[in-house]
């Protein structure tokens, strides 16, 4: 009989103890299991005397009852907790600095060339893309250089085979740009060149030009100077002076190479010049009936000018240290 109390009482005490739901599992096993204590009691029932067998029986199936409610109980109080627990844990200090997320950012070129863009379209310009693999046709010869040329020279490049060419300069797009149109033309193109070239701090083999031309009635230097100088004057900031000196491409007559004058100084740009008649009469624009002029200068030069940049290469090493200045 004290067997079946000190077994609740056990069973109690057991439940009441266990701080986990796997220590109250061993203990529900220790009581309840198939090789537990109850069912021992339970097995000894056949060797009490008959007359009290009955009685016995409903006490040990009472006390089962008993426990198993303590345990249900026990349970349940013991989930809520690890519950609790468990949320502590994942709790999140949202007042904790967080980790810092490195950013992104346009590359000097990139925003050079947006820039670029927009004062140029604000000048009344269109843009235009052109391949970088071009053709020898739209490279050179369309832009009438000479065969054996010295101009040649200037621009050795990489050849895909004799008629494919990585292009020299973006004036290849000026051919692709007047085949199908009629002037009135403004028209210019941003984008990558590659020439052969011993490699310094103002030369790479891959580097970037934006050209520029129009075609009308009358066009004349004195529009090329006016246009150079509020393009230079919108890229540079302040008023700037625009200076030209004879030069030679085979493309324009006649040519110059031009500078401006700007934070006290003269700095040179690029080329320019009135687009040559053979050209011109090229696409069937009468060159007695229209002219016009082109110019093209370095996007790297135009970046290295305003930030005081020595060394080209820097644009392409993708160091970040550098980059992350602008
Ligand atoms: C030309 O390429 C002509 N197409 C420009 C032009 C256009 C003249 C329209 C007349 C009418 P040039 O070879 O000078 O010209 O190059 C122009 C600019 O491109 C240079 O001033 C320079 O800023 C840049 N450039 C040329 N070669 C390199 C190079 N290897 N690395 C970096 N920049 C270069």
Known sequence: MDEISALLDDAATGAAEARTSQELSAVETRVLGSKGRLQALMAELRHAPPE????LGARLNDTRVAITTIFAKRKEAIKAIERERRLEAETVDVTLPGLPVPRGRSHPLSTTTDRIKEVLIGLGFEFFDGPELEDY??????LNYPEEHPAFDEQMTFYINDDRLLRTQTTAIQGRAMRGRKPPLRIATVGRCFRYEAVDATHHHTFHQVDVFMVDHHVSLADLKGILKAFASAM?????????RPDYFPFVE????YSIYWRDRWLELGGAGLIHPNILAAHGFDPEVYSG??????VERIHMIRHGVTDLRDYLNNDLRFLWQF
């Open 52 to 55: 009290e067998r009955r009685s």
């Open 137 to 142: 046709a739209h490279n050179f010869a369309a």
């Open 236 to 244: 540079f900031g302040g008023d700037v002076e625009v200076r030209f």
């Open 254 to 257: 006649p040519g110059v190479d």
């Open 293 to 298: 002029f082109a110019f093209g200068l370095g």
